[in-house]
DNA sequence: AACCCGGGCGACCATCGGACGCTGGTGCC
DNA sequence: GGCACCAGCGTCCGATGGTCGCCCGGGTT
């Protein structure tokens, strides 16, 4: 370099590395279904590698029960949900539903913090809720929010969002009925879908357009059934 | 279930799981630079896991040179680039900067038939130039591109895509001079960060408004250098 | 032929998205 | 108190985005 005041290529050259990341379900209103459980079981999807499969599932340890020595400073695990209605607050050693979308609330504005950083810093800006943004989120004490949880009921949310009258019926029904969370969560599947199947399949889409959902992926098995309902759809034969 | 008609539970219940997968550059018009490169040397960049850098870089044995006894069908490598004006074609065992350009538009084609596959099956659709893609051009007999490839030139097709006038310039530019393809690569993210600085520093808008650009992730570089120029920008003092 | 420059791309790494299933909290008897 | 159920989430895994630098092609002497 020299006097040229241009110093910018060397710049760019020493640029370095940075670092910074059961029952009997009803589908209420809808009719629309010939689902035909058996072809399930046997996933049907072809794959590029279908060789290698399932090979993995060793090494399966899993160190929990603390061993003798170590800082047992471990937090006890969030109450189990149950179903609620909207604004019901759960009895007892348990969490409502209402509580539980409040956690991805929550989520969505440790996003925006994340993404405030991030632009700060001129770091990749995510849009979607990360392993960052979960790791932010236990920086910041929201130790009670973990990807494993939110994950499993993103699709819960969605119909909160997307239709909150049929969820809020679906809760009620699934409440009066005294059914297990587990249920109510298998069961909110079913609208996603048909609204799905409203929108040309586009799932992602669905996804997408809303603004509050944009920031989630779309659950695998929510995408699995789209794609399995639809090939029935466009399918001419029928098994009965 | 029952015959109720409504197995959707019960297929919900049983999807398992699926598998799928030199010299001293001008900078033509612009003058509006204070480019200071010393404090590049040391990133200052701060980052929330800063210990640990560095500690990687061990076991680089990286096998090549072939060991006895392999199959020995290793096509040879891709010519080398060179500066070429647009239209010429490069002469003796070289490849013309149009040839460059030309790969990212295959990569966009191959990146439409991932698209279309992965919707076909109801798997996950990319919106960029994946991992993914990249497999699927080297299975499509596209063996002549390659990711490290298409990554370190993607800010050249970027000021290709978005001011083909100065892109074109620079070319004739670096041509006439006798300048290689490192410096003339280095030259292409000056114009480039002039137009983030134009669009309120987003590099990552300025790509997703083009659509040809849109499938390519922003190389770091160009959004660190952003970073640092809009450090500057906005930084009242002044070293001089 | 011998040399050296420079850049192609194989291979590596941290981290990601995604999922499983162990562990133990909880309500019922 | 004891037990059975079931769901929270620690932990793992294949694959991703991103990069370094080895190796060798190619032009020059």
Redesign the pocket.
């Known amino acids: 370099g020299a006097d040229n005041g241009l110093m910018f290529p060397d710049a760019i050259a020493t640029i ?6 059961s029952k009997e379900p009803v589908l209420l209103e809808q009719s629309h279904t010939h689902f035909g459980a058996p072809a399930l079981l046997a996933i049907p999807e072809p794959s590029s ?1 279908n060789e ?1 499969r399932k ?12 061993e003798p020595g170590e800082d047992g400073d ?9 179903v609620t209605e909207p604004g019901e607050l759960a ?5 409502g539903l209402d509580y ?1 979308f409040d956690l991805y609330e929550q989520c969505a504005r440790f996003l925006g913090e994340v993404q405030q950083i991030s632009k700060e810093r001129g770091e ?1 800006c ?1 849009t ?8 932010h989120a ?1 920086l910041k004490g929201a ?7 939110m ?3 993103v699709h819960c949310y969605a119909l909160h969002c997307l239709d909150l009258e049929q969820s809020n019926h679906l809760r009620k029904l699934y409440k009066d009925r005294g059914e ?4 109510w ?1 298998q069961a909110c599947y079913y609208p996603l879908v048909e609204m799905a199947r409203q929108n040309g399949w586009d799932i992602e889409g669905v996804f997408n357009r809303n603004e509050k959902l944009r920031i989630w ?5 929510l995408r ?1 059934l789209c794609h399995i309902e639809k090939s029935k759809d466009s399918d001419s034969c029928s098994y009965e």
Chains 1, 2 share one sequence.
């Not at 009895?91 to 969490?95: I, Q, S």
């Open positions: 370095g590395p940075l670092n910074l990341n590698d290698k090979l993995g599932r060793k090494k399966q340890k899993r160190r929990h029960s603390r471990d937090r006890p695990r969030e109450h189990p949900f149950i009895r007892g050693k348990k969490n539980l990749k995510p979607k809720v990360t392993n960052q943004v979960f790791r236990k130790s009670y929010i973990n990807k494993p949880k994950r499993h009921y297990n969370v587990g249920a969560r992926y779309v659950p695998t098995k699995q």
